[in-house]
C-alpha cells in the first residue's frame, strides 16, 4: 500500500489564531504557537476551522503565512487552509502558498451556496488548479458537512483524482462518520491518496484502516500525546491511549470548542489575551472560564513549555 510522499507528519493542528484588540492576527504569537507544536511533533495546518480563518481576509492570512516563514517555520511542516467561496480569492491564496514552499493546502469546498452538484465542485476545484497552474500544488480536499452543509461524495473525489493524480492527494475529514471516511480510505487506497480524520477520536482506526492521521483541533492543546499516539500505534499501549485522548476531548467538548481551547492557552500560558475570538464567535464567560481551567487541573491536564 503506497501514499504520496510528503514531509507533512501524521498529526496537524488548525493553529489557533491569536489576535491584537484590533482584530488584527498577532503573528509573533502565532509563531511562537506554531514552534510549539512543531516542537511536540505537530505540523500546522494555519488558517484551519480553528484558526477562525473565515474571520480573516485573503490578505492577512497571506501577509501572516509571509510572517509565519520568515519568522523560521518550516513551510514543509505547513499545510495552509487556502479555501474559500470565491475562486479568485482561493486561486490567490492558493498560489502564495505554494510559492512560499508549503508541502500542502487545505481546501474548503464553496460553502455558500447549499445543494450544489458534483459537477460544480469538481469545477471550482478543476478553476483554482488551472489558475494556480504550478506542479508544485498539493491539495488537501477538506470535507467537513457539519459546517459547509456540503459533503465531498466518493465519486467526486474519484474523479478529482482521476483527472488531477499529483495534484489532489488527499482529503481531511471532519464528517464526523466513520463509515464515510473509512469508504474514502478503501475507494482511493491504490492511488497513495491520503486520508486525515478531522478528529483524534478517530486516530487510531484511521491508521489501523490504512489513513495517514489526523488534523485535529486538540492537537493545539494536548500536542505530545495525539503525535505519540500516531507513532506509536502499532504498541499494545495504543487502545489505552486512544482512550485518554477521547476523554480529555469530552471536557472540551462541553464548551464552544475554540474559545475553550483559547481560554486553556490564555490559562497556561499566563496571556489572557489569548481568549480573543472574532466574532460571531465569543469568547468563554468568567464562569465558564474557570471551571473549564477547574475540570482540566482535576485531570492533571498540563501544557508544558507553552
Same mark, same amino acid.
Given at each position: 500500500?503506497?501514499?504520496?510522499?510528503?514531509?507533512?507528519?501524521?498529526?496537524?493542528?488548525?493553529?489557533?489564531?491569536?489576535?491584537?484588540?484590533?482584530?488584527?492576527?498577532?503573528?509573533?504569537?502565532?509563531?511562537?504557537?506554531?514552534?510549539?507544536?512543531?516542537?511536540?511533533?505537530?505540523?500546522?495546518?494555519?488558517?484551519?476551522?480553528?484558526?477562525?480563518?473565515?474571520s480573516?481576509?485573503?490578505?492577512?492570512?497571506?501577509?501572516?503565512l509571509h510572517?509565519?516563514?520568515?519568522?523560521?517555520?518550516?513551510?514543509?511542516?505547513?499545510?495552509?487552509?487556502?479555501?474559500?467561496?470565491?475562486?479568485?480569492?482561493?486561486s490567490?491564496?492558493?498560489?502564495?502558498?505554494?510559492?512560499?514552499g508549503?508541502a500542502?493546502?487545505?481546501?474548503l469546498?464553496?460553502?455558500?451556496y447549499?445543494?450544489?452538484?458534483?459537477?460544480?465542485?469538481?469545477?471550482?476545484?478543476?478553476?483554482?488548479?488551472?489558475?494556480?497552474?504550478?506542479?508544485?500544488?498539493?491539495?488537501?480536499?477538506y470535507n467537513?458537512?457539519?459546517?459547509?452543509?456540503?459533503?465531498?461524495?466518493v465519486?467526486?473525489?474519484?474523479?478529482?483524482?482521476?483527472?488531477y493524480?499529483?495534484?489532489?492527494?488527499?482529503?481531511?475529514d471532519?464528517?464526523?462518520?466513520?463509515?464515510?471516511?473509512?469508504?474514502? &480510505?478503501?475507494? $482511493?487506497?491504490?492511488t497513495?491518496?491520503?486520508?486525515? #480524520?478531522?478528529?483524534?477520536?478517530?486516530? =487510531?482506526? *484511521? %491508521? @489501523?484502516?490504512?489513513?495517514?492521521?489526523?488534523?485535529?483541533?486538540m492537537?493545539?492543546?494536548?500536542?505530545?500525546? &495525539?503525535?505519540? $499516539?500516531?507513532?506509536?500505534?502499532?504498541?499494545?499501549? #495504543?487502545?489505552?491511549?486512544?482512550?485518554a =485522548?477521547? *476523554? %480529555? @476531548?469530552?471536557?472540551?467538548?462541553?464548551?464552544?470548542?475554540?474559545?475553550?481551547?483559547?481560554?486553556?492557552?490564555?490559562?497556561?500560558?499566563?496571556?489572557?489575551?489569548?481568549?480573543?475570538?472574532?466574532?460571531?464567535l465569543?469568547?468563554l464567560?468568567?464562569?465558564?472560564?474557570?471551571?473549564?481551567?477547574?475540570?482540566?487541573?482535576?485531570?492533571?491536564?498540563?501544557?508544558?513549555?507553552?
Open positions: 500500500m503506497s501514499t504520496h510522499t510528503s514531509t507533512l507528519s501524521a498529526v496537524l493542528s488548525p493553529v489557533l489564531t491569536p489576535f491584537n484588540a484590533d482584530g488584527s492576527p498577532n503573528c509573533k504569537k502565532l509563531l511562537r504557537q506554531c514552534q510549539w507544536l512543531q516542537s511536540n511533533g505537530v505540523g500546522q495546518a494555519v488558517f484551519g476551522t480553528n484558526s477562525e480563518a473565515n480573516m481576509s485573503a490578505g492577512q492570512k497571506i501577509d501572516v510572517e509565519l516563514i520568515g519568522g523560521g517555520l518550516d513551510p514543509k511542516n505547513m499545510m495552509p487552509g487556502t479555501g474559500a467561496c470565491s475562486v479568485a480569492d482561493a490567490t491564496m492558493t498560489k502564495a502558498a505554494v510559492k512560499a508549503c500542502g493546502v487545505l481546501m469546498p464553496p460553502f455558500y447549499k445543494d450544489v452538484a458534483d459537477d460544480g465542485l469538481f469545477q471550482y476545484y478543476a478553476e483554482i488548479i488551472e489558475a494556480v497552474g504550478d506542479a508544485k500544488l498539493k491539495i488537501y480536499v467537513i458537512p457539519p459546517v459547509t452543509k456540503i459533503g465531498l461524495s465519486p467526486l473525489l474519484e474523479r478529482l483524482v482521476k483527472t493524480p499529483n495534484t489532489v492527494i488527499g482529503i481531511k471532519s464528517s464526523g462518520d466513520w463509515p464515510y471516511t473509512e469508504s474514502v &480510505i478503501k475507494a $482511493l487506497l491504490g497513495g491518496f491520503r486520508v486525515y #480524520a478531522g478528529s483524534e477520536v478517530f486516530l =487510531l482506526r *484511521a %491508521l @489501523r484502516a490504512g489513513g495517514v492521521g489526523c488534523i485535529s483541533a492537537a493545539n492543546v494536548n500536542p505530545k500525546a &495525539i503525535a505519540d $499516539l500516531a507513532a506509536r500505534w502499532q504498541e499494545p499501549a #495504543a487502545d489505552h491511549a486512544q482512550e =485522548l477521547t *476523554a %480529555l @476531548r469530552s471536557v472540551y467538548a462541553q464548551y464552544p470548542m475554540i474559545p475553550a481551547m483559547k481560554a486553556a492557552v490564555a490559562h497556561y500560558s499566563k496571556d489572557p489575551e489569548w481568549s480573543r475570538v472574532r466574532p460571531p465569543l469568547a464567560v468568567p464562569s465558564q472560564h474557570s471551571k473549564l481551567i477547574a475540570e482540566l487541573e482535576k485531570i492533571g491536564f498540563q501544557m508544558p513549555g507553552l
